[in-house]
């Protein structure tokens, strides 16, 4: 199979799941995971320290995060 089916291949593929995820309400991990800490932000005024200790994860994880 050449490489330029290959790329259709996956793309039309990424349009199923993404259709797929929509109609079903499903959300992907990295959206869970930006949903979340964008919660715990709220809840502590912006306290990006405070929000990833209360999480378990590094800060600069919370500031990646909130770049993308």
Same mark, same amino acid.
């Given at each position: 199979? *050449?490489? *330029? =089916?290959?790329?259709?291949?996956? $793309?039309?593929?990424?349009? /199923?799941?993404?259709?797929?995820?929509?109609?079903?309400?499903? =959300?992907?991990?990295?959206?869970? %995971?930006? *949903?979340?800490?964008?919660? /715990? #932000? $709220?809840?502590? %005024?912006?306290?990006?320290?405070?929000? $990833? $200790? #209360?999480?378990?994860?590094?800060?600069?994880?919370?500031?990646?995060?909130?770049?993308?």
């Amino acid at each position: 199979m *050449s490489r *330029s =089916k290959q790329k259709r291949g996956r $793309a039309q593929l990424e349009r /199923v799941l993404f259709r797929l995820r929509k109609d079903l309400g499903i =959300k992907t991990l990295d959206e869970v %995971k930006r *949903s979340e800490i964008e919660r /715990v #932000l $709220a809840l502590t %005024k912006g306290d990006k320290v405070l929000t $990833a $200790a #209360l999480l378990g994860i590094g800060k600069t994880t919370v500031y990646r995060s909130l770049e993308q």
